[in-house]
């Protein structure tokens, strides 16, 4: 025997030893042990020398692997172990997806502050020296028992497990380089209610998994972290449940974004891992460059590979020592002190700032190391974006001093006019020099200020006093040529600083202005003027810019004149709308008389008498014209363009001569596929249009005069009636009844109430408003466009009593003509309903053989339902009156349906005849039937419909059960005489018999009944 051999078998043997002895004590929890699913001792603990190529790792990865069932929902690959320190190997895997916490590798790690653990369960029986230093499944797993839950070695539910190995960050103190742990954030929250979210922000509210997780309140390492199956993701839930969903991770198996979402210039970029705690925090953002919290900031600084010791200090405020430097940065920053010695700027440019970009010369107080200093302008809860530098750091953008506002702001209130235009263009070097230095160019060229185009006020600033800018065009009065005003600067004036006089919401009260009566002032002046905005440009250069016709460029004029009559001469608006002619131009500042002006012929309530606008006879213009017409308004645009526009398939044209168009309408819709030509003032057909002289004939078939031999037709162009085309579909059948099944119905039923004007008339859709017919028993109807069906309606079967859905087709399809057959049949019966309906009242009704034909009628198969006539064989006798199906109320149950109107015994004669006892059905039990109709019990002329009238006297509604079905004479017939006809009064009227049930059961006889003067005959006596 080879001694490799003996060693194997040595080794197995002890192996085989080991484990008979420790399963002799031990108690495996499943499904780690499970005989049943052939997991056995055997299964791990096989005679090979080691555990695996990887030791205890390979074990458990036997199992807990993609595609092995024994893993369950618990599958785990090389490829998912975090590596964000780049410092394992990544042989052989492809792509990293870094959703798992390491279980292989050293257990010492600097980069995470890991060491190997300190807790006895974490280290029993030389677990640590087993594992060879390195980390395992059984580092942190026993496979034998799941006493702590997930199979732990010890419980974690404070973070006992993280904090053992990462003990170094088991600190409530950032300063000594990371994020503190154990702090009560409730706590921590009361004390700076701003600077916290109560309670954290979820960054993807739809994803339990994303949210910040506090451990009985306080901030702990699972806070932030997963443990497995988390990939850093808001957008995808965390957890084995969702394994193969997750996405790539970055190694730092957080349970949310790290980074959010980058936003525009300026504005705060979206919720990270930082800001779903930390409120009012903005991102260094004003010029785009999105640099959020964890671009400056981590979780854990205490190590940098750079200096492993330690020995350069750690930077506070969990300031990263290493950045991505931008163009000019440095890459390291150092920040490790408070107070005076805040390494903002220093001279190992390695300052806070320093490991972006280096700091600029100018301002002066860039060249100061004082912290102090640089906070003046640049700050962490900046509102321009996080330590962004900006105007208003200093001062107002535009400052609110003096007349900043009025002159730099855009708006009714401002100018748009840039700093440059009064204080010229500056240089660092000049611009913080504790004065106010002006240089008037752009609108302001040529003006003066204090008497002189460039000047200063000198220090201190500002000026003791203001002064008055002379000779400025933009100050110019703008209603002559005279002397230019001069507001002093500070001063209040708006407007009226060169409008002396007021401009309203149509514009100021000179000339034809009020005439216009028009708030949007960019209709005849350029710029995008309106009532409340001054032009975008040339509001200040001297000149009145119009335009449609008006002058260009007209010289300011004074409100005297009126602009001397002057005229609109080529403007639109002004134009003869029913031809090419001259066009009208009524001076400026002279009355006008309204839409005469333009139109030579009135327009009345339902337009102008041109063309076809008669036999419209329409006052709501918007019908056909665009822009908010109405027979009182004109539109709100395009109104004097020289087009009269128009909608609904008619062309947009030149204006032309009364009367001289001849187009037609192409495809209007209020015309379905007609095309009737322009001008047609009569209701004669023309090209098949129109098609009755009733206004809704004109289009489609009119309510009313509907019927199986005049169906419906559509708006189609010839008339189409096939209700196989959708525009026709069952119309005939609903509203002419043409198989007698159901009462007429109207348009509203399934439209609503619909007038010739409403906005969803002639609008190209079909609107549907269902009545409270096809709502019955609560139900909500709907017609589906792309599938022609209507579903959910009453009138189909949806609402059957004991929700019973049971027809064949209660979803049917609006064009099909074959939805009930040519001729009554049983299944056309069971379209809308079984029939019978499959329920426990119907369980004896069976449909007769044969039926329906010309030999076998209904019967009384369905005779609860008053409605079915017994001799009906056909659409036309089913019903006795066809308008009581389907009506939203349950026909039947009436009192033949049981039992006769009133019952009599089989030797009754005569039922039906002369209207006597027309309701009589012979009773077919034993005695059964009685003396209903002997002595007049019951009048000849009572009806099935009569209810319980006539029964009231010798039985009381109270006994009357309609169940059981199965009738017994001693439970179903009870007799409870009204003591109004006793005989003697101080005793009771009786009837009696030996309440016994089948044959033998024998009638009774009544006492002290008045109208026989004492006792009766037996009850079935013969007729």
């Known amino acids: 025997m080879k001694k490799s051999t003996s060693i194997a078998l040595i080794v197995l043997v002890q192996a085989l030893l080991l484990t008979v002895g420790a399963f002799a004590a031990i108690t495996v929890s499943p499904p780690h042990y499970d005989e049943a699913s052939g997991l056995v001792c055997a299964t791990c603990h096989t005679t090979h020398l080691d555990l695996g190529s990887t030791g205890y790792?390979?074990?458990?990865?036997?199992?807990?692997?993609?595609?092995?069932?024994?893993?369950?929902?618990?599958?785990?690959?090389?490829?998912?172990?975090?590596?964000?320190?780049?410092?394992?190997?990544?042989?052989?895997?492809?792509?990293?997806?870094?959703?798992?916490?390491?279980?292989d590798g050293s257990a010492k790690s600097d980069a995470a502050g890991a060491k190997p653990p300190v807790q006895a369960q974490m280290t029993t029986s030389g677990l640590l020296s087993r594992t060879a230093g390195q980390l395992a499944c059984v580092s942190c797993h026993n496979q034998h028992s799941n006493a702590n839950g997930k199979f732990l070695r010890m419980a974690n539910d404070q973070d006992q497990m993280c904090l053992d190995c990462h003990r170094s960050r088991n600190t409530a103190d950032q300063a000594k380089g990371t994020h503190?742990?154990?702090v009560d954030y409730q706590q921590k929250a009361a004390l700076n209610p701003a600077g916290f979210n109560t309670p954290p922000v979820n960054a993807n509210p739809a994803n339990p998994s994303s949210a910040m997780k506090l451990l009985n309140g306080k901030v702990s390492c699972s806070t932030c972290h997963g443990v497995h199956t988390t990939d850093s993701r808001s957008g995808t839930v965390d957890g084995s449940a969702n394994f193969a969903n997750l996405s790539s991770g970055d190694g730092n198996i957080l349970r949310t974004d790290l980074r959010g979402k980058s936003a525009g210039a300026g504005s705060d970029s979206s919720i990270n891992i930082c800001t779903n705690c930390h409120a009012g925090k903005k991102s260094h953002n004003l010029k785009g460059q999105d640099i959020q919290c964890v671009d400056c900031h981590g979780a854990h600084v205490e190590f940098d590979q750079n200096d492993p010791s330690g020995s350069k200090g750690i930077n506070i405020k969990l300031i990263r020592r290493n950045v991505k430097p931008g163009a000019s940065g440095s890459g390291h920053i150092f920040y490790r002190y408070t107070g005076s010695q805040r390494e903002y700027k220093n001279a190992d440019n390695t300052g806070v700032c320093q490991g972006c970009h280096a700091v600029p010369a100018s301002p002066s107080e860039h060249s100061s190391n004082d912290p102090k200093v640089c906070a003046t302008c640049h700050y962490h809860n900046n509102s321009n974006g996080s330590f962004s530098g900006a105007c208003n750091s200093c001062h107002g953008y535009p400052p609110a001093t003096g007349n900043h506002a009025f002159h730099v702001s855009s708006g009714a209130s401002g100018k748009s006019m840039a700093c440059e235009d009064c204080h010229g263009v500056k240089t660092d070097t000049t611009h913080n020099n504790k004065s106010v230095n002006w240089a008037l160019s752009g609108p302001a060229a040529g003006g003066l200020y204090k008497g002189l185009a460039v000047g200063s006020t000198g220090t201190p600033m500002p000026s003791a006093s203001y002064g008055s800018c002379s000779n400025v065009s933009c100050h110019a009065n703008v209603y002559g040529a005279g002397t230019m005003t001069t507001p002093v600067w500070g001063t209040t004036a708006g407007c009226s600083a060169c409008h002396t006089t007021p401009i309203g919401s149509t514009g100021p009260a000179t000339g034809s202005h009020v005439k216009h009566n028009n708030s949007d002032c960019s209709q005849c002046h350029a710029g995008a003027t309106t009532s409340a905005v001054v032009p975008a440009l040339n509001h200040t250069d001297g000149d009145i810019d119009v335009t449609n016709g008006y002058p260009a460029n007209v010289a300011k004029h004074t409100t005297a004149s009126g602009f001397g009559g002057r005229t609109c001469s080529t403007a639109s608006c002004h134009a003869n709308v029913y031809g090419p002619g001259?066009?009208?131009?009524?001076?400026?500042?002279?009355a006008v008389a309204a839409c005469s002006a333009c139109h030579t012929i009135p327009i009345g309530a339902t337009g102008p008498a041109t063309g076809s606008h008669v036999v419209h006879n329409d006052s709501t213009c918007t019908h056909c014209h665009n822009a908010g017409t109405t027979a009182t308004s004109a539109p709100a645009t395009g109104h004097a363009n020289g087009s009269i526009d128009a909608t609904n398939g008619y062309p947009v044209t030149a204006k032309h001569a009364a009367g001289s168009y001849t187009g037609t309408c192409s495809t209007a819709i209020c015309h379905g596929q007609g095309a009737p030509a322009w001008g047609a003032t009569s209701t004669v057909p023309v090209n098949g249009f129109p098609y009755s002289a009733a206004q809704c004939g004109k289009c489609h078939a009119q309510e009313g005069t509907v019927t199986a031999g005049a169906p419906f037709y559509s708006t189609a162009i010839p008339k189409v009636t096939l209700n196989t085309n959708a525009k026709v579909g069952a119309h005939t059948a609903h509203l002419a009844s043409v198989d007698r099944l159901h009462p007429v119905?109207?348009?509203?039923?399934?439209?609503?109430?619909?007038?010739?004007?409403?906005?969803?008339?002639?609008?190209?859709?079909?609107?549907?408003?269902?009545?409270?017919?096809?709502?019955?028993?609560?139900?909500?109807?709907?017609?589906?466009?792309?599938?022609?069906t209507c579903s959910n309606v009453y009138c189909h079967g949806a609402a059957m009593p004991s929700g019973i859905v049971s027809g064949s087709n209660t979803t049917p399809q609006w064009n099909n003509p074959?939805?009930?057959?040519?001729?009554?049949?049983?299944?056309?019966?069971?379209?809308?309903?079984?029939?019978?309906?499959?329920?426990?009242?119907?369980?004896?009704?069976?449909?007769?053989?044969?039926?329906?034909?010309?030999?076998?009628?209904?019967?009384?198969t369905c005779s609860c339902h008053g409605n079915i006539n017994p001799t009906g064989n056909s659409y036309a006798t089913i019903f006795v009156d066809p308008a009581v199906h389907i009506n939203g109320t349950l026909d039947g149950g009436t009192c033949n349906a049981c039992h006769g109107y009133p019952p009599v015994s089989a030797t009754f004669v005569g039922a039906g005849?002369?209207?006597?006892?027309?309701?009589?059905?012979?009773?077919?039990?034993?005695?059964?039937?009685?003396?209903?109709?002997?002595?007049?019990?019951v009048s000849k002329l009572a009806k099935h419909n009569d209810g319980f009238a006539y029964c009231s006297k010798c039985h009381s509604p109270n006994d009357h059960k309609t169940s059981p079905l199965e009738f017994k004479p001693s439970k179903n017939i009870k007799v409870t005489i009204d003591q109004r006809y006793r005989m003697e009064s101080t005793k009771q009227a009786r009837y009696t018999s030996n309440r016994l049930d089948g044959t033998s059961h024998i009638a009774g006889n009544c006492s002290n009944i008045s109208c026989h003067f004492g006792a009766t005959p037996a009850w079935n006596q013969s007729q």
């Open 913 to 937: 005849k002369q209207n006597n006892w027309s309701s009589a059905r012979i009773e077919d039990y034993v005695g059964g039937g009685g003396a209903h109709t002997i002595n007049g019990h």
């Open 582 to 590: 001259t066009a009208t131009t009524p001076p400026w500042g002279t």
């Open 818 to 860: 074959n939805y009930l057959p040519a001729t009554l049949t049983v299944a056309g019966c069971g379209t809308c309903h079984g029939f019978p309906p499959p329920s426990s009242s119907h369980s004896a009704v069976t449909i007769p053989v044969g039926f329906p034909s010309a030999t076998v009628a209904i019967g009384t």
């Open 745 to 788: 119905l109207s348009c509203s039923d399934c439209h609503g109430t619909v007038t010739l004007g409403d906005p969803t008339h002639m609008n190209g859709a079909t609107t549907f408003v269902f009545s409270a017919l096809a709502k019955t028993g609560n139900l909500n109807p709907s017609y589906n466009p792309l599938t022609g």
């Open 180 to 182: 503190p742990v154990g």
């Open 57 to 103: 790792n390979n074990v458990c990865q036997s199992c807990h692997r993609p595609g092995d069932a024994a893993a369950g929902a618990k599958p785990i690959t090389p490829a998912d172990a975090a590596n964000p320190f780049g410092n394992h190997s990544t042989t052989g895997i492809s792509k990293m997806y870094q959703t798992s916490h390491r279980w």
